[in-house]
């Protein structure tokens, strides 16, 4: 990473962890607030949503907070697709080119890139940050710290 998405990444980080600490608003909209800015700040970034762990569902994801295209994937069990297997294994995938992936649930056409990051709350997968590109190997091992990092400083509002 150049020194500049460095600068970028950690002026990014900032703004995130303010919207955390924001104590006027509910967990929702600072997800909300956060998907829109990393959408904003990120051009690769076309999606950026939150699927949260339902607790009336055993192992089924539902859709959270998000920015971009509407999806028909409202819920998810885990296992299935890209953001089920990151839910079953509490692991970050990466998936440069989606039409490589066997196991890959289409949200749009347009979708050529994705990477899901676990959040988790002591350990515990409680939520994930699902994010879509139309760029076939756009995202980076920067992108990836840096998600990683989002989402360790959201895991207390869960």
Same mark, same amino acid.
């Given at each position: 990473?150049?020194?500049?998405?460095?600068?970028?990444?950690? /002026?990014?980080?900032?703004?995130?962890?303010?919207?955390? #600490?924001?104590?006027?608003?509910?967990?929702?909209? #600072?997800?909300?607030?956060?998907?829109?800015?990393?959408?904003? /700040?990120?051009?690769?970034?076309?999606?950026?949503?939150?699927?949260?762990?339902?607790?009336? =569902?055993?192992?089924?994801?539902?859709?959270?907070?998000?920015?971009?295209?509407?999806?028909?994937?409202?819920?998810?069990?885990?296992?299935?697709?890209?953001?089920?297997?990151?839910?079953?294994?509490?692991?970050?995938?990466?998936?440069?080119?989606?039409?490589?992936?066997?196991?890959?649930?289409?949200?749009?056409?347009?979708? #050529? =890139?994705?990477?899901?990051?676990?959040? /988790?709350?002591?350990?515990?997968?409680?939520?994930?940050?699902?994010?879509?590109?139309?760029?076939?190997?756009?995202?980076?091992?920067?992108?990836? /710290?840096?998600?990683?990092?989002?989402?360790?400083?959201?895991?207390?509002?869960?």
């Amino acid at each position: 990473m150049s020194k500049t998405e460095i600068q970028a990444g950690s /002026k990014l980080l900032k703004h995130i962890r303010k919207i955390v #600490k924001d104590v006027d608003k509910d967990r929702d909209q #600072k997800l909300q607030l956060i998907c829109q800015h990393l959408a904003d /700040k990120i051009d690769v970034f076309d999606w950026v949503g939150f699927y949260l762990v339902d607790p009336e =569902a055993e192992d089924e994801l539902v859709l959270g907070p998000y920015v971009g295209e509407e999806t028909d994937h409202t819920r998810i069990s885990f296992g299935e697709g890209v953001c089920g297997q990151a839910a079953e294994t509490n692991e970050t995938f990466v998936v440069q080119d989606v039409s490589e992936e066997d196991n890959y649930l289409a949200c749009s056409i347009h979708v #050529k =890139a994705e990477i899901v990051v676990p959040v /988790k709350k002591d350990g515990e997968f409680v939520a994930e940050l699902d994010i879509d590109s139309h760029t076939k190997d756009s995202l980076t091992e920067g992108h990836q /710290k840096m998600l990683e990092e989002v989402c360790d400083m959201i895991s207390p509002l869960f």
